[in-house]
């Protein structure tokens, strides 16, 4: 923190929060910088989920500031953060199973686009979706349904891209397909937070990574800096 | 011939194929470890070891014999136990109750054995100081004990622990292992469900690795550490590719 | 062939009907998973309204505009707003039991504000005369109506759900809430509109059916007619609303053709049409295949704690000596009333093992106890005139033979989720009320002539056990409470033996207790066996403290309404039974009846008196609402006043303890009256634990002014903390509060 970069588009300093009387984040520190992707890295359970769901409204923090621009806004109710520009892919799959590919598109105008820019854009970079249009989205393929998901933010011209496990049950080719997709967008200027198990698969397209444990963010700087850091966790040597 | 063994589980949730054809197999008096990234499919596999999610296709055999058909509780009958992954304690019971109803179902002895089976096992589990509490109270790594001890009172034969040692602290886990070391010398079969690495590594004398459903590597430790797909599995697909 | 052709467009066209209510609640269901037991209330309400809108001289279509345009839809979106919103993430037994009590409340009000001994009729559209004539057939205009509507809001809600926005959202937020958030929207808009829009059919349908079954308008009839569009929507899993229709033609067409086609002598015939969609529901309960097995579905925020034997033991010696004390200040007709609260509370009892320890739900325990006095009367009644007496072996009949009435109906459902089994009672209740309770004519058996119900009324005399003889009001009122005392002994102890820790566990969580090797159908059939057999003591009893009893004696509604105040006081608890079950046999019948008599006797207060009547059956509803927020009951909020006051405001217990014996002294020497002092003293009893409340929370003032705090006692952290609160630190400066929460720090859900 320089502080002579830009003014972080999502900020979270000293956050906590948790479920009940459990306290799993006890305050995460992290930075996202217009135009830039940041690598949320860390084993299972370590909070990133929690930290995801806390950026989209998803999960209220029980301390510390959430800040949007610059501006204040714990509490925020998911669905303003979406109005706000903020475009959550959560955990799993973010579609719904029982609509339509055209229909989850339609679903996505919440936030105020339209339609036919949404289809444009989906069947545009992922034309097999354009094919599978009246299909129902949970018989497709995972990684046609988190084509779907991205799509989300393909259309909708978010602000703020919160990617949670994008790879999740995905076959290796297809992750690193999505994660060009989204290397293009941020190239785009969008900002993106990126939670992610397998740390290999997206920090070559980061630009800073975060690694978390514990409920709190232990390192943050370059991502071949926090390779180095993580090795010891994974496998246990 | 291994205790527990399945033959070519697939399982289907609507378009998605969750288990891909898995076999895998567990030994008397060894613990095994199943790993995996998130939504490998571990869950699901225990799911249908235990009769809670039925296979689109594939068998299940427990000391040779076919229970792919039965019944959840029949299994448990015949040997099976498991703990789950999001806590499934009785919350309005004790933790003394939540062990002693396991021998009330299956009421193998007098009452007054029973309490003294239930004894042996919270003071073996050691979960004697707490045992009196409401087991809403019991802290998550606590509690999660207190399903170990619920599914050793059923005398178990194959003991399936789903992320046991999640939620616990250091300590609590190094006990954690001892004990289970100790069940394994008796006999018992149980297989590991857990995302500690350096646990399982230590523990288990064999391990079997899923990765999008399907089983990419089986073998002792130290094969599954220098495994390249293993690594690229857990580390990324950079590696992989190259 | 134009009976047939009659016949087959009338079915169509109460399965049209069928079809507009059914998807409603099929809508509802699938929006906020709450299956609306209110549905067929909010349709009789809606109508009545229809009906007093043409009173006032409205035109037909302003009225109707009105109902269907504004009533409808505000009734459900102020449903949605002040009470369903609220029922997220609770058990699914709370959920029934707040939409039953939506039902109850919307009846009471119905009753109150529409006199149900004044005849009403809501007449066709057109008139009854206008018709046409299709081959030979004649339909008339209402019919079209009827089945065009039906059509036209089928392709409507097909239209909405695929081809507008607001329809893909409603759809989404069946799937995941928290994606639709996450999109923009607002689920709870989408299930507000929701819940408008299912109201809106209810009311529709309310409309249309009034006249195509008679035209006479009455609260309770009306709407079961409406919940027998439930077995419409059982075709369609709750799910799937093209089903949902074909089920409902198919029961509109059946209920027709056996009126077509079945001999119309004797009562069975016009029975069975009437309990048919119930029949059919059962059916379909049979057939539908077996849920996966679930874990918690919700970590429920119910507590109870289960009495020890000895504590029941004690307490039930008190409530016999209470009871007896009491009753020596009543009349002889007051005695009958507290001996038939009684019997009733024996039949809560019922419902606590069934729903308190099991998590099951029984709807129509009343039902059980029907089946119980109608084999009592049969096979138990030895003398005739005053003379005759019940004897043991019938009540022990009529229990066994509740107990196996209660496997037979639960056994279908009971691989099914909790619901399913509320359902069936809920069938069989409905179906027992029409086929046995209204069977009338006579039957010949295996060579037995027998008549099920003669006079649609049984005459039950007393019971004689030995010397043991209740022909008088105090000793029938003694038996039942030392029964009942008997029975909750008998619980206590089940629920502290190892069958009770399992029904705990099942409750709690059904995949982890199969995975400990128990059978749960065979533990719920149990379970619910032992619950009927229970019921059906207490409905002889009931029966016979009563004398005579008929159908009326043993409805839906009575059932529904000791549920509902049984879940109020605390189905988990046997004193909350007591006092459901008294509230359910005796209280309200007490209230009302006091403030009718009172509206008697003082004319000038007569409307006051007869609104404050109608207000505590409503009131009683509206707090089986408010369930939702306290799903432990009341007694339990109130036993633990009495065990804090025990521990830190002992003066208070003693000056209540006084307060009741002074009460006692006026009520012996005839100072006050008997239910002035009946309530009076359970006005104390349930107001002492505030005042201990108030007198502790004295006396912790008293004890530690924060600036004393840790002057003469340890410092502990929790008084650093006070004092860091009182003093307005910031939290930061007080880790020591993060120990415990740090212990679980790895406990993230994923």
Same mark, same amino acid.
């Given at each position: 923190?320089?502080?002579?970069? $830009? ?13 009940? $009387? ?90 105020? $686009? ?124 | ?242 | ?24 609640? @099929? ?53 949605? #707003? ?61 019919? /079209? ?73 009455? #609260? ?33 067409? #059946? ?30 309960? *049979? ?65 606590? @093992? ?6 099951? +739900? ?18 138990? *009644? ?63 058996? +295996? ?10 009324? +049984? ?27 008997? /029975? ?25 207790? #199969? ?137 208070? +217990? ?97």
């Amino acid at each position: 923190m320089t502080g002579t970069e $830009a003014e972080p588009l999502l900020e979270l300093a000293g956050v906590r929060a948790g479920y009940g $009387a459990i306290e799993v984040l006890h305050g995460v520190d992290l930075a996202l910088r217009p135009g830039s992707l940041l690598a949320l890295l860390g084993p299972n359970g370590g909070g990133k989920s929690t930290t995801m769901r806390v950026c989209a409204g998803l999960h209220p923090a029980t301390g510390g500031e959430l800040r949007l621009a610059g501006r204040k806004v714990n509490g925020i109710s998911a669905q303003d953060a979406a109005k706000l520009g903020v475009c959550s892919i959560p955990e799993g799959r973010g579609v719904f199973p029982n609509l339509t590919v055209r229909e989850n598109l339609w679903a996505a105008t919440g936030t105020g $686009a339209r339609l036919a820019d949404l289809e444009e854009k989906a069947y545009g970079r992922f034309p097999i979706l354009g094919k599978r249009r009246d299909q129902l989205a949970g018989s497709m393929s995972g990684g046609e349904q988190q084509m779907l998901a991205l799509s989300r933010a393909l259309g909708t011209d978010p602000a703020v891209l919160l990617l949670d496990e994008l790879s999740m049950g995905l076959a290796p080719m297809i992750v690193t397909r999505m994660y060009d997709t989204v290397a293009g967008l941020v190239e785009e200027g969008l900002s993106v937070l990126v939670a992610e198990q397998f740390a290999r698969a997206v920090l070559p397209i980061a630009d800073t990574a975060a690694l978390m444990l514990n409920g709190r963010v232990v390192a943050t700087g370059a991502p071949a800096e926090i390779e180095g850091r993580m090795a010891g966790d994974y496998l246990g040597g | 011939m291994p205790l527990l063994e399945t033959r070519d589980i697939t399982v289907r949730f609507g378009g998605n194929t969750a288990v891909d054809g898995v076999g895998l197999t567990m030994d008397e008096g060894q613990i095994t470890g199943l790993i995996g990234p998130n939504g490998a499919g571990k869950t699901t596999m225990f799911n249908t070891i235990t009769g809670l999610q039925k296979p689109a296709s594939g068998q299940v055999l427990l000391d040779g014999a076919d229970i792919t058909g039965l019944s959840p509780a029949k299994r448990a009958r015949r040997g099976m136990a498991r703990t789950f992954q999001r806590l499934e304690l009785f919350l309005s019971l004790s933790v003394r109750d939540n062990v002693r109803v396991a021998g009330d179902v299956l009421r193998k002895g007098s009452r007054k054995q029973l309490d003294e089976a239930t004894d042996a096992v919270l003071e073996r589990t050691g979960l004697t100081d707490i045992a009196g509490r409401d087991v809403s109270d019991v802290p998550i790594g606590r509690a999660r004990v207190v399903e170990v001890a619920r599914a050793l009172m059923t005398s178990p034969r194959v003991l399936l622990l789903d992320e046991p040692a999640s939620g616990q602290t250091e300590r609590e886990t190094e006990a954690f292992a001892e004990m289970l070391t100790g069940l394994a010398a008796e006999g018992l079969a149980i297989c590991l469900v857990e995302h500690d690495l350096p646990l399982v590594m230590r523990l288990c004398s064999a391990i079997h690795v899923l990765d999008y459903g399907e089983l990419i590597a089986s073998g002792t430790p130290r094969e599954i550490r220098e495994s390249p797909k293993v690594i690229a599995a857990y580390i990324g697909t950079e590696e992989a590719a190259s | 062939m134009t009976t047939f052709l009659t016949y087959t467009i009338l079915g169509l066209v109460l399965g049209a009907v069928y079809s507009i209510a059914a998807s409603g609640l @099929v809508l509802t269901y699938n929006t906020s998973g709450i299956f609306n037991f209110a549905h067929g209330a909010q349709a009789m309400f809606g109508t009545f309204l229809y009906w007093q809108f043409q009173q006032w001289g409205w035109p037909v279509w302003l009225a109707l505009v009105a109902v269907i345009g504004v009533v409808g839809p505000a009734m459900g979106a102020a449903l949605h #707003a002040v009470i369903m919103k609220g029922l997220r993430g609770t058990a699914d037994v709370t959920k029934i039991i707040v939409t039953v009590s939506v039902l109850l409340g919307t009846v009471y009000l119905a009753q109150w504000v529409w006199d149900p001994d004044q005849a009403r009729t809501v007449d066709m559209f057109f008139g009854t005369g206008a018709k046409v004539s299709l081959g030979g057939v004649e339909v008339r205009y209402h019919e /079209i109506v009827c089945l065009v509507a039906a059509v036209a809001i089928a392709a409507g809600l097909r239209v909405l759900f695929t081809r507008t926005r607001a329809g893909v959202v409603m759809r989404g937020s069946v799937d995941d809430p928290d994606l639709l958030r996450l999109n923009g929207h607002d689920p709870e808009r989408a299930a507000m509109l929701s819940w408008a829009l299912g109201s809106t059919l209810a009311v529709t349908a309310g409309v249309l059916i009034v006249p195509i079954s008679g035209g006479a308008l009455d #609260a309770n009839h009306l709407t079961l007619l409406v919940i027998d569009a439930f077995a419409a929507a059982m075709f369609g899993r709750l799910r799937s609303i093209p089903r949902t229709f074909a089920g409902a033609m198919v029961l509109g067409l #059946a209920a027709n053709y056996v009126l077509a086609y079945l001999p119309s002598a004797g009562t069975f015939t016009g029975n069975l049409r009437v309990s048919l969609p119930m029949i059919i529901l059962f059916v379909v309960l *049979v057939v539908l295949p077996q849920d996966r097995l679930r874990g918690a579905a919700v970590r429920t925020r119910e507590r109870y704690r289960p009495p020890t034997v000895r504590s029941a033991a004690v307490w039930g010696a008190v409530l016999v000596a209470g009871v007896y004390l009491y009753s020596l200040l009543l009349s002889d007709a007051g005695v009958t009333t507290l001996a038939l609260g009684m019997t009733f509370a024996i039949i809560a009892l019922s419902l606590t @093992v069934l729903t308190g320890y099991a998590g099951e +739900l029984n709807l129509a325990p009343l039902a059980f106890g029907a089946v119980a006095t109608v084999v009592a009367f049969h096979f138990g *009644v030895q003398g005739s005139g005053l003379a005759a007496r019940l004897n043991v072996q019938g009540v022990l009949l009529a229990v066994v033979a509740a107990a196996l009435a209660g496997g037979l109906v639960a056994l279908p459902a009971l691989r099914l989720r909790g619901l399913y089994l509320a359902l069936a009672t809920l069938a069989f209740g409905e179906f027992l009320s029409n086929m046995v309770l209204r069977d009338t004519t006579e039957h010949e058996l +295996l060579g037995m002539r027998f008549t099920l119900f003669p006079d649609g009324s +049984l005459v039950v005399p007393p019971l004689k056990a030995g010397p043991l003889d209740l022909r008088n009001g105090t000793s029938s009122l003694m038996t039942a409470t030392v029964l009942f005392a008997l /029975i909750g002994i008998g619980l206590a102890a089940l629920r502290g033996s190892g069958y009770g820790r399992r029904l705990a566990a099942m409750k709690d969580s059904p995949a982890a207790t #199969a995975m400990l090797g128990q059978n749960l159908v065979r533990l719920k059939l149990s379970v619910f066996m032992i619950s009927a057999a229970i019921a059906g003591l207490g409905g002889v009893l009931m029966a016979s403290a009563s004398g005579t009893v008929s159908q009326e004696n043993f409805t839906f509604v009575g059932s529904l309404g000791l549920l509902m105040l049984v879940v109020v006081a605390g189905i988990g608890y046997i004193s909350g039974a007591l006092v459901g079950g008294l509230m359910a046999g005796a209280g309200s019948a007490v209230l009302v009846a006091t403030f009718n008599d009172l509206a008697l006797a003082h004319e000038g207060m007569a409307n006051v008196y007869t609104l404050l009547g109608h207000l505590v059956l409503v009131l009683t509803a509206l707090v089986g609402m408010g369930v939702g927020r306290n799903p432990s009951g009341f007694v339990h909020d109130i036993a633990d006043g009495y065990r804090r006051m025990r521990d830190g405001a002992r003066p208070v +217990l003693y000056g209540g303890g006084a307060v009741g014996a002074v009460l006692y002294v006026l009520a012996v020497t005839g100072v006050i009256g008997a239910w002035t002092f009946g309530i009076a003293a359970l006005c104390v009893a349930m107001f002492l634990p505030l005042a201990g409340d108030m007198y502790r929370a004295e006396g912790r003032v008293r004890r530690t002014p924060p600036e004393l705090a840790g002057v003469d006692e340890p410092y502990t952290d929790e008084l650093r903390t006070e004092l860091d609160r009182a003093l307005g630190l910031p939290a930061a400066h007080r880790p020591a509060r993060l120990a415990p929460a740090l212990r679980g720090e790895a406990n993230a859900p994923a």
